[in-house]
């Protein structure tokens, strides 16, 4: 992915064969031209956490990360008044209740599990990007200030 | 001069002497009295006196008796003492159990995650770089390399609803039933009116019958008649019409909830592997199918204290009736 000044969509997804058909769903819906794909939760700290960085219009979070797992990243996401107001949304295999109480608890803005037929997966993640990047009119950099 | 003594006198002796006589004979006879009344007194105390050995007897009787219950109340004692200490033997043992039973379930429930997670997360990978393949070089491949790759994706469909289903299955034993008043009726109508959009163009009669409210988890309840109504429509399939009908009455208190369809039936000899976990009784090629359906209908209706039961003729038509308790025994004991 190249990034050319602002990014919409931030993915963070460890497993690259996911990360493709995400990202193959996001293109068929022309919406993946500005999309930034981190593989573990460290780096998504540290990028969405940096001086220089744009805010995006969504996060797309994966729960099972290496080094920095996906509650995690949400959590500090979700304390720190600058990064509150990203829009959260986790995507992940996994359909426990624990998972999913835990995350409206510490403010995820949506919870999908990933369908396991690709034409599923495809037409959930263009709800999705259609939806957020579309629909959805996010705070202007005054509000959130 | 001696004296003259008179026959007066001599009267008065004689009297007086017959009187002291009289008065010693009087004497004699109180003093008899006094005798016969000591020797009474005497036997009367004889008597006391072996009424008093009797009760000394009782009494050292009754001490001894004393002694042999101290002893027996002793042994009870000993006996208690010991049974507590192999209670609360028995109760340490009980609490490692339940620690370990406890460590099981969660495995448990961390190798459902992990299949969740792991295992879903490959399927998907393959059915969407299959699809990716047929998009992106679909037009190289001659028909039998096209048939392969639908072979492919069909197995991975198949298996990704496995996957789901299992969870489903596992998910109903572990999650806690909420409790509260739902109108069957309107969930069966609901769930059949959903089933039947995705059934157009078949030749369909179903009726839903008035159906007694329960309390129960709307959400799994809902799980039920989606798999039972599914089912009689998937095993109707090639029957004009097919017919599924809904009943419910209350009987003893408890709800009845019963499905009926004209479709393929089964076998009564296999009847008691209906509600297995994989348990299939058509080939693949006639219904297609996990096996887990009826095993969560079987689950749900069991967590919420019910029973259930089929009815089969092979080519003929299922029955199947699920029986809910009343309204107040299923609050007992239930989770709010």
Not at chain 1, 78 to 104: F, G
Not at chain 1, 133 to 143: D, G, K, R, Y
Not at chain 2, 73 to 83: C, Q
Not at chain 2, 288 to 301: D, F, H, K, P, Q
Request: proline share 3%; aromatic share 6%.
């Amino acid at each position: 992915m190249t990034i050319s000044g602002s990014v919409d969509i931030v993915l963070v997804e460890d497993s690259p064969h996911d990360a493709e058909l995400m990202i193959r769903a996001l293109t068929k819906h022309k919406l993946a031209n500005n999309l930034l794909h981190l593989k573990d939760g460290e780096e998504a700290l540290r990028h969405l956490f940096g001086k220089e960085t744009s805010v995006p219009r969504i996060v797309f979070l994966d729960l099972k990360l290496p080094k920095v797992d996906g509650i995690e990243v949400l959590r500090k996401l979700k304390e720190d008044p600058r990064t509150r107001t990203i829009p959260v949304v986790v995507l992940t295999s996994s359909r426990e209740n624990q998972d999913v109480a835990e995350c409206y608890r510490l403010g995820v803005n949506s919870y999908i599990v990933k369908p396991v037929e690709f034409e599923s997966f495809v037409k959930a993640i263009g709800e999705l990007g259609l939806y957020w990047m579309v629909l959805n009119q996010p705070p202007t950099a005054a509000a959130v200030a | 001069m001696p004296t003259a003594i008179g026959q007066e006198d001599v009267r008065n002796y004689t009297n007086a002497i017959l009187n002291i006589l009289d008065d010693a004979h009087d004497e004699r006879a109180r003093l008899d009295d006094f005798q016969k009344a000591i020797l009474n007194v005497l036997d009367d105390s004889n008597d006391e006196r072996a009424r008093y050995d009797d009760f000394q007897k009782a009494i050292l009787n009754l001490l001894e008796d004393f002694d042999i219950e101290k002893i027996k109340i002793g042994k009870t004692n000993r006996e208690m003492a010991r049974e507590i200490v192999e209670r609360e033997q028995a109760e340490v043992a009980m609490r490692e159990a339940k620690a370990i039973a406890d460590a099981a379930n969660r495995e448990l429930e961390a190798f459902s995650y992990s299949v969740a997670h792991d295992l879903r997360a490959p399927v998907r990978a393959i059915d969407g770089f299959s699809q990716m393949l047929e998009e992106d070089c679909g037009s190289r491949l001659n028909d039998e390399g096209r048939r392969v790759l639908k072979v492919i994706r069909d197995n991975t469909h198949k298996m990704g609803t496995l996957i789901d289903d299992l969870l489903d299955y596992s998910r109903l034993g572990r999650q806690d039933i909420s409790r509260a008043r739902v109108d069957m009726e309107a969930l069966a109508k609901e769930v059949l009116s959903e089933l039947l959009g995705q059934a157009a163009g078949r030749a369909l009669s179903t009726s839903v019958g008035p159906l007694p409210p329960t309390r129960g988890d709307r959400t799994m309840l809902r799980q039920v008649w989606t798999n039972l109504l599914g089912n009689a429509l998937k095993f109707s399939q090639g029957r004009d019409p097919a017919r599924i009908s809904v009943e419910g009455h209350l009987s003893n208190g408890e709800a009845v909830y019963i499905v009926r369809d004209n479709g393929a039936g089964f076998d009564m000899k296999y009847v008691h592997k209906l509600f297995g976990v994989f348990q299939r009784l058509h080939r693949q090629d006639e219904f297609e199918g996990t096996g887990v359906g009826l095993a969560i209908v079987s689950r749900v209706v069991g967590r919420h204290g019910g029973r259930v039961r089929a009815e089969g003729r092979l080519g003929e038509g299922s029955f199947f009736e699920f029986i809910l308790p009343g309204q107040d025994a299923s609050t007992q004991g239930g989770a709010p």
